[in-house]
C-alpha cells in the first residue's frame, strides 16, 4: 500500500504490480467477470466505445494499470460533468460492476516504443 491507500494487486509478469485498487478494500476478485478491453486503432473507435460502456452502463472505477509500458497521461474526468471535480484520470484504468458482472480496461495512451512484443 502507498500513501494514497491505493494497495497493489499481482496480475501476472514476474512479480510484476500492474493492477492498483482504488479502494481501501485488501482485494478485487473479478472471478467469473466479462472483460472488456479496446484495441487501440486510428480514430480511436475501441476508446470510444469504451468510454460509451463505461458511462451508459455506470460503471465505477476500481483502479488503474501501471506500467513502464505505457506512456504517462493524466486528464480530466471525461464522466463527471460537475464543473471542477477535481478527478483526474491516467493512462489506463479499471472500471467494473458487481451486479453486472462486467470489467472494463480503458486504455487512453499508446505503448511505448521499446515494450511492444
Given amino acids: 500500500s502507498n500513501r494514497s491507500g491505493a494497495r497493489h494487486i499481482t496480475v501476472s509478469r514476474k512479480s510484476s504490480k500492474m493492477f492498483?485498487?482504488?479502494?481501501a478494500s485488501s482485494s478485487v476478485s473479478f472471478d467469473s467477470y466479462t472483460l472488456i478491453v479496446p484495441c487501440i486503432s486510428v480514430g480511436n473507435v475501441g476508446q470510444l466505445a469504451v468510454d460509451l460502456l463505461i458511462n451508459s452502463l455506470r460503471l465505477g472505477?476500481?483502479?488503474?494499470?501501471?506500467?513502464?509500458?505505457?506512456?504517462?497521461?493524466?486528464?480530466?474526468?471525461?464522466?463527471?460533468?460537475?464543473?471542477?471535480?477535481?478527478?483526474?484520470?491516467?493512462?489506463?484504468?479499471v472500471y467494473s460492476s458487481s451486479e453486472l458482472k462486467i470489467t472494463v480496461v480503458q486504455i487512453r495512451a499508446p505503448i511505448a516504443k521499446g515494450f511492444q512484443q
Fill in 61 to 93: 472505477r476500481v483502479g488503474y494499470l501501471h506500467d513502464p509500458s505505457l506512456l504517462a497521461l493524466v486528464g480530466n474526468d471525461a464522466f463527471d460533468h460537475t464543473p471542477q471535480s477535481g478527478h483526474l484520470h491516467t493512462a489506463a484504468e
Fill in 20 to 23: 492498483v485498487c482504488s479502494s
